[in-house]
């Protein structure tokens, strides 16, 4: 959401020269026990995937949000609605919809309230709630879904999930970022995402393909997991291995590998099939990365491994089979829209202009 978040604000920046804020609403706006969410979010999805999927699942009902979040969140969000007297409001987030559009409503000053999603199919009912003047939906199943949940069609169009200008500005001397890690730029590599959870899951299968006999590299990213990325460091393999931190030039990178191995975030998706990488992905979040899984699946986009030994046998026959390869990323090419941040930046401030 974060990297969604601040493509967007690039782009208004650079289509209007605004002047715009990242607010993470739960650890800048709310008080406790809401701080905790982000945390607990992270620590569920990486050690209790099931306890999530539970909660994911039961908010499909017809419960909402609002009323449980908003003792938590309406004064902070408030004060910074106060302060920063904004002309337009916009959430990359679910659940927290409804607080925002009522706090923007109430506060008066005909401030628009505009949410953009950042899931491909299956889409929370959290994501819609009444009050926001607009949807952007990354897919027409996804725009379905929000007329569903009750959302009125005029308000929702279809663009694409918005990912950062180095996507879609052509990257030369790719295979240059490999060697500068001390790797070998003409062997075959596969770059991994981690993600800002890091599972065991994931962290095993990674663990199964450093220790595999394939001709190829690998280079890990694990962001912020600085603990997931001493251990890997410290882990002995056959294959060359380089695990990274928090990185600033991932469309390098996914333009330098010949394979991403990755989770479903949506995110991450649209940013690796605007690169053009073929996709594997392994690890699956149940709840909005199971959607997400089925949509690039359903479109011939990714290659799904169940688990660790599959995701070696895949690697392999990808490694051997550059046919499938060029297949695989095809397919993602079709679906990327590297210009969405661009495009959902300035039909948000026509619709601004327009009132």
Not at 104 to 111: A, K, P, Y
Not at 146 to 163: E, F, L, M, R, S
Not at 283 to 291: I, T
Request: hydrophobic share 45%; glycine share 8%.
């Amino acid at each position: 959401h974060l990297s969604a978040a601040r493509a967007l604000a690039a782009e208004v920046e650079a289509t209007r020269g605004a002047e715009t804020q990242l607010l993470d609403v739960y650890l800048e706006a709310g008080r406790f026990p809401v701080t905790l969410f982000p945390r607990g979010y992270t620590q569920l999805a990486r050690y209790y995937p099931r306890v999530w999927a539970l909660i994911y699942l039961t908010g499909r009902l017809h419960l909402q949000p609002r009323p449980v979040l908003t003792p938590f969140l309406k004064q902070g969000l408030l004060r910074t609605i106060e302060r920063e007297r904004p002309d337009l409001v916009v959430s990359v987030l679910p659940a927290v919809n409804g607080v925002i559009a009522d706090v923007v409503e109430g506060e008066g000053r005909g401030t628009r309230f505009e949410v953009v999603l950042t899931d491909w199919h299956s889409i929370h009912r959290f994501w819609v709630a009444d009050g926001v003047d607009h949807y952007t939906a990354p897919t027409p199943s996804a725009r379905e879904d929000c007329i569903g949940y009750g959302a009125a069609p005029d308000t929702i169009d279809v663009v694409g999930i918005p990912v950062r200008r180095a996507f879609s500005d052509p990257v030369t001397n790719a295979r240059d970022k490999v060697a500068e890690l001390g790797l070998d730029a003409r062997r075959f590599s596969i770059l991994a995402m981690m993600g800002a959870e890091g599972s065991p899951g994931s962290r095993r299968n990674i663990a199964r393909l450093m220790r595999s006999d394939l001709s190829a590299q690998l280079i890990v990213i694990c962001g912020n997991n600085a603990r997931l990325q001493r251990q890997l460091e410290a882990r002995p393999g056959r294959m060359p291995t380089r695990a990274l931190g928090f990185v600033d030039n991932i469309a390098d990178l996914m333009c330098a590998s010949d394979l991403l191995v990755t989770k479903a975030g949506g995110v991450t998706l649209a940013e690796a099939f605007c690169s053009g990488t073929p996709v594997v992905v392994h690890d699956v979040l149940p709840g909005q990365e199971a959607g997400n899984l089925q949509f690039a699946l359903d479109h011939g986009a990714v290659a799904y491994a169940r688990n660790r030994e599959r995701l070696v046998q895949i690697v392999s026959d990808l490694r051997d089979d550059p046919t499938r390869r060029a297949r695989l990323a095809a397919s993602g090419r079709a679906l990327a829209r590297p210009h969405a941040a661009a495009e959902i930046a300035a039909n948000l401030l026509r619709r601004l202009d327009s009132g």
